[in-house]
């Protein structure tokens, strides 16, 4: 079980940092990624992360201004979020998935395991 937290409204060029809180024993087995939805739009990859944080993955976009982070000791995810843009407003979700070669991080279908999403809004 998957829980998002940390969304807001902030000024444009503000920061956030949200933050995914994991269930169970088994936490540090999964990859995490965090995916977002702006209105009318299709969910979309923003970020993910392997078992151990080794290798992080970023859409272009956010690419210099947002930091994915986990703390396997916690089954904590985080996503700070810097230089926000009008264009960053989404519902911002946390995906769990098993290790997989054959999907890319990328992929929304290879993350069975969601959390509520929370909602970030950038002002210009």
């Known amino acids: 079980q998957l829980q998002a937290s940390g969304g807001g409204l902030v000024q444009a060029g503000g920061s956030l940092r949200l933050s995914c809180a994991g269930s169970?024993?088994?936490?540090?087995?999964?990859?995490m990624g965090w995916f977002r939805q702006a209105p009318g739009q299709e969910r979309e990859f923003v970020a993910s992360?392997?078992?151990?944080?080794?290798?992080?993955l970023y859409e272009d976009s956010v690419k210099g201004r947002f930091t994915l982070s986990r703390d396997n000791s916690k089954n904590m995810v985080y996503l700070q979020m810097n230089s926000l843009k009008p264009w960053d407003t989404a519902v911002y979700y946390c995906?769990?998935?098993?290790?997989?070669?054959?999907?890319?991080?990328?992929?929304?279908?290879?993350?069975?395991?969601w959390g509520q999403g929370t909602l970030v809004t950038v002002s210009s």
């Open positions: 995906a769990a998935s098993v290790p997989n070669r054959h999907k890319s991080l990328r992929d929304l279908d290879r993350y069975p395991y």
């Open positions: 169970g024993r088994t936490f540090s087995g999964y990859v």
């Open positions: 992360t392997t078992t151990d944080g080794g290798f992080t």
